[in-house]
């Protein structure tokens, strides 16, 4: 028998390194723009908002239906993909981005 611990109970965790997102800032620097986001059937999902300079992000509705779950992933990969392709955080609200899935509608 030898006196090793199991890992489970040392005293210490390990440090990872996490990297951060590729992505807009989600921290506005001045007045947003809106757009809201319907998918297929005409249901409100919730709204694509820009600050026209570094920030971007993806709200969903207050209330939820449980099939919208894949929503906020979903536009958290097409902005992630836009970010990567040096899309500038104030052209995020052209609808081609989110075609044929959603569709957007400007409301500010």
Excluded: C, H
């Amino acid at each position: 028998m030898t006196d090793t611990p199991n890992p489970r109970f040392y005293d210490y965790v390990t440090p990872i390194t996490v990297s951060e997102n590729d992505s807009y800032d989600f921290k506005a620097t001045g007045p947003k723009r809106r757009a809201a986001v319907y998918d297929q059937q005409g249901r409100l999902l919730g709204d694509v908002w820009t600050d026209d300079r570094q920030a971007a992000g993806f709200t969903l509705v207050d209330d939820p239906e449980p099939d919208m779950g894949y929503v906020a992933g979903r536009m958290d990969r097409i902005l992630t993909d836009a970010y990567k392709a040096g899309i500038p955080a104030s052209k995020v609200l052209d609808p081609a981005l989110y075609a044929p899935d959603f569709e957007l509608r400007i409301t500010s």
